[in-house]
């Protein structure tokens, strides 16, 4: 009876051991202790979105989104008529604007000189070579992209480890170390499986 329950031990040990099961584990459990996983999980559970490049875009992009005056400059950029002003200014009539008396005479020349001294043309003015016009028009078009789009869902996400493929490993992982196979397997010495499988095979002969 002694040899029967050593053979069975033996056989069902050999038979955990060549499962996909136990591969399955063991690579898990390789996976969980290195050093790129601990980081990982670390950073995702713990990092603050608030020091993330993401967070970053995002905030200066809520800063020139509010900031009215380069709205309204925005606003002004395509306007009919900021586009006749300048199409005007880059033409030989720009100069009659220092005629007075032309100026009165035409409607056309005092629509010009009225818009040239407009508040809407010193925004014009102070927006058109500040930079701002285009990095608020890069942010716009930088988080409208699909891998920005993902990377704010997942920062800004206060549970974002739940999402990630390596949380599922490590449920899977959790799973397969509570299987009653691997368990068994686990718990036994292979020197003491070694000398078993001797006395088994010296037994049968």
Known sequence: MRHMADSELVERYREVENSPELKEYLELDKLMLSDEFVQKKYNWQHKDYRVTPTHDTAVRYKELLNNKELQLFLEIEGSKRLKDFLKFKASKDYAKL???????????????????????????????????????????????????????????????????????????YKQLSKRADIQFYLKQDPAEIARLEKKIAAHKK
């Open 98 to 172: 220092q005629d007075e008396k032309a100026v009165e005479e035409s409607a056309e020349l005092q629509r010009m000189y009225d818009f040239e001294r407009s508040d809407d043309y010193k925004t014009y003015q102070l927006f058109v070579n500040s930079g701002l016009p285009d990095e608020f028009k890069a942010l716009v078009a930088k988080m409208d992209t699909p891998e920005f789009k993902k990377e704010y869902a997942f920062w800004s996400n206060p549970n974002r480890w739940k999402t990630t493929d390596e949380y599922q490993q490590e449920v899977r």
